[in-house]
């Protein structure tokens, strides 16, 4: 019963977590093509993002080590999972909420002189977060239709 609720809190909350990532890699193309001005403007839209992340994350990570440590024949599935997701939170702290704390001062009409360049760096690191938790669901489901084989 315990294993089971793991899996599924893991398999929803990484879901949540993917679909945030998602939704970035969607807009990147669209927003790469904005100006220095709108692009500012647009980054604003994303304040509710980290408040939500703040839950899912530390319950993906805890629901897929708790599924593991429970399930002992899938806690290198849950333990690779688990690491997929941490690394997104290294990822976000050294490259993207640096480049939050810089765009929030940001004013349309007067930019830093890098400003694509921190743009980027925002960018493609949520791509490569994207990545990591596709990775990371992908491992959990899989345990999961192992498990309904069994």
Not at 4 to 31: C, D, Q, T, W, Y
Not at 100 to 113: F, T
Not at 125 to 130: D, L, P, V
Request: aromatic content about 10%.
């Amino acid at each position: 019963m315990i294993a089971s609720a793991a899996r599924f809190a893991s398999i929803m909350l990484e879901s949540f977590n993917f679909g945030m990532s998602l939704a970035h890699v969607l807009e990147m193309g669209p927003k790469r093509e904005l100006a220095g001005p709108e692009y500012a403007v647009a980054q604003r839209i994303y304040r509710g993002f980290g408040r939500a992340a703040s839950l899912t994350m530390p319950g993906a990570v805890s629901a897929t080590l708790l599924s593991g440590a429970v399930r002992r024949d899938e806690w290198k599935t849950n333990a690779a999972a688990a690491a997929c997701m941490a690394a997104t939170v290294a990822i976000w702290w050294f490259l993207n909420e640096p480049v939050n704390r810089e765009v929030v001062e940001w004013k349309p009409d007067d930019l830093p002189d890098d400003w694509d360049q921190r743009r980027d760096q925002w960018e493609y690191a949520h791509a490569t977060s994207a990545a990591l938790h596709a990775f990371a669901l992908g491992l959990v489901v899989a345990g999961a239709v192992r498990e309904g084989r069994r």
